[in-house]
Nanobody, 123 residues
């Protein structure tokens, strides 16, 4: 059973950077897709970035050029480097495992979720 655990959230000013981490204990990196989602108060959970077993990546338009998703060499941890942060990036960020890159923005397609880590960007 995969149990992602996120860390690295915090409070920063606009223009700053944060790096989120997701430990993937028990995960077998096979043909599945891993992703980062976020959810702001009163809004639906939205896909931020995803990466699959072939190394293909995809990003939401709102974060392209600012965020980067990556894995460590052992495929036991996933990261989200967030640069040029904006107040609109403020949300709870979640790590998700076991989805499909084809439908990566559909939260229902992921089998495991972390507990989330809060990111707050002030203007």
């Amino acid at each position: 059973q995969v149990q992602p655990v996120e860390s690295g959230g915090g409070s920063v000013q606009a223009g700053g950077s944060l790096r989120l981490s997701c430990l993937l204990s028990g995960y077998t990196y096979s043909t599945n897709c891993m992703a980062w989602f976020r959810q702001a108060p009163g809004k639906e959970r939205e896909g931020v970035a995803a990466k699959d077993s072939e190394g293909l990546t995809t990003y939401a338009d709102s974060v392209k050029g600012r965020f980067a998703i990556s894995f460590d060499n052992a495929m036991t941890a996933m990261y989200l480097q967030m640069n040029s942060l904006k107040p609109t990036d403020t949300a709870m960020y979640y790590c998700a495992a076991g989805g499909s890159l084809r439908d990566w923005t559909d939260a229902r397609g992921y089998r495991s979720w972390g507990q989330g880590t809060q990111v707050t960007v002030s203007s």
